[in-house]
């Protein structure tokens, strides 16, 4: 059973940038691709990015292309979303989710953190 804890939420303006980290509880996690999700309030939840551990691959939703910044460091079993010019719409929990599945982008994984609040409002 992999552990995900994420951190780094937290209540900004738009244009205000925030960096979100993941931490597994197992380094085999690591195997396999990282995503982060976002469930917007009243919504479904959505992929955001995913990251391969080795060879550092990225792939990203359209709505956070050019904005956001998903990275892994290996030796601290640690995903990273760095997220820049943040908007409104970008108001959500997010998530991070191990061992992902079923090709590139993967479709499914495994395990799931709790999730960490991001709040975008003037």
């Known amino acids: 059973q992999v552990q995900l804890v994420e951190s780094g939420g937290g209540a900004v303006h738009p244009g205000d940038s925030l960096r979100l980290s993941c931490v597994a509880s197992?380094?085999?996690?690591?195997?396999?691709?990282t995503g982060w999700f976002r469930q917007p309030p009243g919504k479904e939840r959505e992929f955001v990015a995913a990251?391969?551990?080795?060879?550092?691959?990225?792939y990203y939703a359209d709505s956070v292309k050019g904005r956001f910044t998903v990275s892994a460091d290996y030796a601290k079993n640690t995903v990273y979303l760095q997220m820049n010019s943040l908007k409104p719409d970008d108001t959500a929990v997010y998530f991070c989710?191990?061992?992902?599945?079923?090709?590139?982008?993967?479709?499914?994984?495994?395990?799931w953190g709790q999730g960490t609040q991001v709040t975008v409002s003037s």
């Open positions: 989710a191990a061992r992902g599945r079923g090709g590139w982008p993967p479709y499914q994984y495994d395990f």
């Open positions: 197992e380094r085999t996690s690591t195997y396999y691709p």
């Open positions: 990251v391969k551990w080795r060879g550092g691959d990225t």
